[in-house]
């Protein structure tokens, strides 16, 4: 049903002013010059008060018409955030469920691994390396993140035996040198990403695994609630104070049969808010 808009209710003219008189009524006082000077200051005062309220009301008006950042001094800082091309959901299959549908038992993602990557945000350069031949990555290049050799050897054999099946990654470098790398490795089911996120590679205290240039490494107290998601397994580190030539920060989410391993460093420190920005919109793209 279309809304009906009424009409604007008709203007009622104002009425006619009445005619100045030419001579004030009998009996009223002739001011004397002196009353005239006091008089005509008392009016330039009334008008500059008119003026200034005019003003000022326009002014108030202006500034309520206007976001925060349009007006001076009121500017907001940047907070650190990247700028994402509008993030959606990769496609599916015809047919085929959702990794936390009720249908879906195995928790698979039946979407294209390489679709499920974040997107890079606007001025940072891509890295090559993390490209892979036809977006699939080798084995040894994501291992390559870990520093020591017997951590490495180890680690391949537990992705072997859990049955990896493809790995897809996506990294790139912001104008103040936060080098970041996301990981997405794929299993057969849900159940084996669960095991290997908990009791393999992400316990709560510290991760299994120490990744290169990191010495100690503990869980993240800071990281907000709000970046996660009740469906998708979240462990989260950072390295404290003091760390050496960059500080690195690292996460691992397990969503349905996929393993998201999302790390970012930067010399001088690497920042809160683009790493929590990054884990949060790769866990958005995940369920």
Not at 203 to 222: F, I, L, Q
Request: charged share 25%; aromatic share 6%.
């Amino acid at each position: 049903m279309t809304e009906q808009i009424a009409p604007p209710p008709p203007v009622t003219p104002a009425p006619a002013l009445p005619p100045m008189p030419d001579a004030p009524p009998p009996g009223t006082p002739v001011p004397t010059g002196k009353d005239r000077r006091v008089l005509r200051a008392v009016l330039r005062w009334t008008a500059a008060v008119a003026v200034f309220a005019a003003v000022g009301s326009a002014t108030a008006y202006g500034i309520t018409r206007m976001d925060r950042t349009d007006v001076p001094g009121l500017a907001t800082a940047s907070d650190g955030r990247w700028k994402y091309p509008t993030l959606t959901a990769a496609p599916l299959p015809s047919g085929r469920p959702g990794p936390f549908d009720e249908s879906n038992a195995a928790g698979a993602h039946y979407a294209d691994l390489r679709d499920l990557l974040l997107p890079l945000p606007e001025g940072v350069a891509a890295d090559r390396e993390l490209r892979g031949k036809d977006g699939w990555l080798r084995t040894e290049t994501f291992l390559s993140e870990y520093q020591e050799e017997s951590d490495r050897d180890a680690l391949r054999l537990q992705l072997v035996d859990a049955g990896l099946r493809h790995i897809a990654a996506r990294g790139w470098t912001a104008d103040d040198g936060t080098h970041t790398r996301i990981y997405l490795l794929q299993f057969g089911t849900a159940a084996v990403v669960d095991n290997l996120h908990t009791m393999e590679l992400a316990p709560y205290d510290r991760p299994a695994y120490a990744v290169r240039g990191t010495e100690t490494v503990e869980s993240d107290e800071d990281f907000p609630e709000a970046a996660e998601s009740d469906d998708v397994l979240t462990s989260v580190y950072t390295e404290p104070e003091p760390y050496g030539g960059e500080q690195v920060r690292e996460a691992y989410l397990g969503a349905g049969d996929v393993l998201a391993v999302v790390l970012q460093s930067r010399a001088g420190g690497a920042g809160e808010v683009p790493f929590q920005q990054t884990v949060a919109l790769q866990t958005r793209l995940l369920r």
